[in-house]
Nanobody, 127 residues
Framework: QVHLLESGGGSVQAGGSLQLSCIVSGDSITRYSLGWFLQTPGKEREGVAAIDSNGFITYGDWKDSVKGRFTISKDHVKNTLYLQINSLEPEDTDMYFC??????????????????WGQGTQVTVSS
């Protein structure tokens, strides 16, 4: 079982940027599909972006403003997953989680596809 640890969240003003990191330990991320999810209190987790072991990327489309502002990437040497968020909006305020699943998943933005989760990092955007 891999262990995931997120960092990089914080409080920023609208229009700013953040890079979230997820350090994975216990195995090489080359063997995993990885994803970023967000969760608003009282709601289900939603998939933000995912990248499989071949590097194929899927972005969520729950709101049009996600397009072009969120970028998922990974570094095999550092065994780390990243989420770059630009032009932050107050509506981006949420807890962000990274997750891992062995090799490939059929629905990369569906939380139940993943069996390893980090503890989350809070992103708060003020207007």
């Amino acid at each position: 079982q891999v262990h995931l640890l997120e960092s990089g969240g914080g409080s920023v003003q609208a229009g700013g940027s953040l890079q979230l990191s997820c350090i994975v330990s216990g195995d090489s991320i080359t063997r995993y599909s990885l994803g970023w999810f967000l969760q608003t209190p009282g709601k289900e987790r939603e998939g933000v972006a995912a990248i499989d072991s071949n590097g194929f990327i899927t972005y969520g489309d729950w709101k049009d403003s996600v397009k072009g502002r969120f970028t998922i990437s990974k570094d095999h040497v550092k065994n780390t997953l990243y989420l770059q968020i630009n032009s932050l909006e107050p509506e981006d305020t949420d807890m962000y989680f990274c997750a891992a699943a062995p090799f490939f998943v059929s629905k990369p933005l569906l939380p139940k596809m993943y069996n390893a989760w980090g503890q989350g990092t809070q992103v708060t955007v003020s207007s």
